[in-house]
T-cell receptor, first 114, second 114 residues
């Protein structure tokens, strides 16, 4: 079945450091890919998405490119801030059928120190 | 911006009791979902709902669980006889009928079973 594998955390960085959180997937067909973020004590917020190969999703300085050849959707940010401290989830949605449930990675906790 | 709202934010219930978690999805959305996240674990799909019926459910969603959309706005998850292992964060999500659109999540209900 479909699955998402995310790099394990926690990740601890200093402010202004470069961030990469790896995400790879296994899916039949052509899924849509998402990054969601969960700030402390809050719910799940969509960070960015990509719906087809070579699409780049971007938001708030974060980017991820849908790479079909490597089945990856790695999250990157050039310069992290303390306010980026959160848990980041990679997810896929298989577009076959109507249900389109999300399949989730384990989540990667990011702590950014000043 | 329209959002998904969930109530209550925290529910404490004795084991064996019934609990109802409530969600108001975004008004023009057509697909509705419940997910749960046990502390420290990944987000898991429970059930999807479309056109007033369940369209898919996971192995977790056994006979103790039910969903309802009683009045065209609320979307509820009922657990008939709660167990300790039902303690988790429960997230409601909704999605429009447009292709490739993401699911929008509420802030979640933290369910604690004593």
């Amino acid at each position: 079945g479909d699955s998402v594998t995310q790099m394990e955390g926690p990740v601890t960085l200093s402010e202004e450091a470069f961030l990469t959180i790896n995400c790879t997937y296994t899916a039949t067909g052509y899924p849509s890919l998402f990054w969601y973020v969960q700030y402390p004590g809050e719910g799940l917020q969509l960070l960015l998405k990509a719906t087809k190969a070579d699409d780049k999703g971007s938001n708030k300085g974060f980017e991820a490119t849908y790479r079909k050849e490597t089945t990856s959707f790695h999250l990157e940010k050039g310069s992290v801030q303390v306010s980026d401290s959160a848990v980041y989830f990679c997810a896929l949605m298989n577009n076959a059928g109507n249900n389109r449930k999300l399949i989730w990675g384990l989540g990667t906790s990011l702590a950014v120190n000043p | 911006e329209p959002e998904v709202t969930q109530t209550p934010s925290h529910q404490v219930t004795q084991m064996g009791q019934e609990v109802i978690l409530r969600c108001v999805p975004i008004s023009n959305h057509l697909y509705f979902y419940w997910y749960r996240q046990i502390l420290g674990q990944k987000v898991e799909f429970l059930v999807s709902f479309y056109n007033n019926e369940i369209s898919e459910k996971s192995e977790i969603f056994d006979d103790q669980f039910s969903v309802e959309r009683p009045d065209g706005s609320n979307f509820t998850l009922k657990i008939r006889s709660t167990k300790l292992e039902d303690s988790a964060m429960y997230f409601c999500a909704s999605r429009s009928g447009q292709p490739n659109q993401p699911q929008h999540f509420g802030d979640g209900t933290r369910l604690s079973i004593l």
